[in-house]
């Protein structure tokens, strides 16, 4: 095992903290209603706080996504299902009740059941109709990452995830979930030119290539992405194959080619209508790595909803141009952490 002071992966669970109100009875109203929203297979849709401010008024839909026959499809989306599992956690650790208990082995049976047999997360469960990226292996947004950080941090008995709140036999099966989600991962990764680099936003669940997702996320290396992927196997005993896929994601990272050096990504400013702002910025001491770069060599790219690949930013429409995230400094922080545990 790696020393993990510095891990990225920390803090991936702390949504639900924000969710946190001034006393103990105040967030046991808040998981109250929250259970009510708790759809019959244990998961949740994208909600946010305010959702849990009253009870479900047992009528209306509790997910904005259907699947075969009209079920309702919880998610992995947003933080969906892992944000209340903790806040259900975090509310028995303090009150002792039962319902906040039995109400997180409900989501968490909804998170284990959902995996795929080849080992990767979907974004949502059962089955979406008529949407299919949405049934692909998710790594979006941190989302599968998340759920094996939970997993994990649930197995060590992380606060607010300790105690009795799970039993050795939850546990166990929650290892074989994370085997399973390692394999995958491994499996998944990115083969350039004969070397093993990052992962896509989506993968398939079965022949496990890259996928796409809406007409602007075209099938990529994601440098967004990978990155929690990456530092997540960094938590995890460095077998001969983890420790080959850690180093070649790493590489990959590090690479000048893949890198903008001096350069930023810089949002435009909420309420300003210039759209001749270039958000990708010259920044001297600062690395921008690109959202999504082509499968077959190290150059990003941007989308529309046209679905037309573009290597200028400013080709793009204005609507997706600054109403999703194209660049970041995404590769920094772990490469400070690599560079902390010896992986040069």
Known sequence: MLSQAGNPIYGELNNYKSWLGSSLSADQTRADNMITWQMDHGGFYKNDESTYDAPW????????????????????????????????????????????????????????????????????????????????????????????????HAIRQESPLGGDLFTDEQRARMQAAIDKGVAFILKAQIVQAGAKTVWCAQHDPVTFEPRGARDYELPSKSGKESMLVTAFLMSQPQTEEVEAAVRAALAWYRSPVVQEADTAYVKRSSGSDDDNYNPIQSKSGSTLWYRFYDLGQDVGFFADRSGIKQYDIMMIDPERRYGYEWGGNYGSELIRYADSVDYF
Request: no cysteine.
């Open 57 to 152: 008024n047992g009528s209306s839909a509790r997910s904005g996504w259907t699947g075969a026959g009209g079920v309702e499809l919880g998610t992995i989306d947003n933080d969906a299902t892992v944000t209340e599992l903790m806040f259900l956690a975090d509310v028995y650790q303090r009150s002792g009740e039962s319902k906040y208990r039995d109400a997180a082995h409900n989501a968490l049976e909804f998170l284990l059941t959902m995996q795929y047999e080849s080992g990767g997360w979907p974004q949502v469960y059962p089955a979406r109709t008529g949407t299919t990226y949405s049934n692909y292996v998710t790594f979006n947004d941190g989302a599968m990452a998340r759920v094996l950080i939970l997993l994990d």
